[in-house]
T-cell receptor, first 115, second 107 residues
Framework: NAGVTQTPKFRILKIGQSMTLQCTQD?????MYWYRQDPGMGLKLIYYSVGAGITDKGEVPNGYNVSRSTTEDFPLRLELAAPSQTSVYFC??????????????FGPGTRLTVL | KNEVEQSPQNLTAQEGEFITINCSYS?????LHWLQQHPGGGIVSLFM???GKKKHGRLIATINIQEKHSSLHITASHPRDSAVYIC?????????FGTGTSLTVIP
């Protein structure tokens, strides 16, 4: 299994440009997550999905959109990039049934700079 | 105020020392997670616990639900343990993360 894969690894955007960060998992996990990590700050949840066709906002969703058309893929869309969106973005997945949330598996991250 | 607070922020230890990292949280939780972030940026889940204690190799995690506190212990620390250790909690459908403890183990 490849686990959780993210593309691209690095990207530089100009203000106002748009882009999609790709995330794919091959573990048949139902839950998927997008986080951002700013220097000196903890990870912040942007959006999450509990299964195909279902998404919900996390702590910092403004400026982002997501979709989950398949179990495997959970792309994150930035429509009008702003310097405040400069960050490292992590995608994660977990299999969650009844009971507490289970172990999350993280992708390698995408380092995004908006100039 | 952050929902999850960790201490210390930075920690330097000699190889072989016993290390403790603390995590306090202010929300009702269904689970607490300890994560390890390597210098290259990759994040690995170490433990998920909702009560008591868990052990994996030289790592031990404990949680006290009444006191809203968890500790991560590393016995016989080794330079390869050098990383950032992150505490996170699950509260409802939300995850909240601490800012991490940067550990350096010197040979």
């Amino acid at each position: 299994n490849a686990g959780v894969t993210q593309t691209p690894k690095f990207r530089i955007l100009k203000i106002g440009q748009s882009m999609t960060l790709q995330c794919t998992q091959d573990m048949n996990h139902n839950y998927m997550y997008w986080y951002r990590q700013d220097p000196g700050m903890g990870l912040k949840l942007i959006y999450y999905s509990v299964g195909a066709g279902i998404t919900d906002k996390g702590e910092v969703p403004n400026g982002y959109n997501v979709s989950r058309s398949t179990t495997e893929d959970f792309p994150l869309r930035l429509e009008l990039a702003a310097p405040s969106q400069t960050s490292v973005y992590f995608c994660a997945s977990s299999y969650t049934g009844a009971g507490p949330y289970n172990e999350q598996f993280f992708g390698p991250g995408t380092r995004l700079t908006v100039l | 105020k952050n929902e999850v607070e960790q201490s210390p922020q930075n920690l330097t230890a000699q190889e072989g020392e016993f290390i403790t990292i603390n995590c306090s949280y202010s929300v009702g939780i269904s689970a607490l997670h300890w994560l390890q972030q390597h210098p290259g940026g990759g994040i690995v889940s170490l433990f998920m616990l909702s009560s008591g204690k868990k052990k994996h190799g030289r790592l031990i995690a404990t949680i006290n639900i009444q006191e809203k506190h968890s500790s991560l212990h590393i016995t016989a620390s080794h330079p390869r343990d050098s990383a950032v250790y992150i505490c996170a909690v699950t509260a409802g459908n939300q995850f909240y993360f601490g800012t991490g403890t940067s550990l350096t183990v010197i040979p």
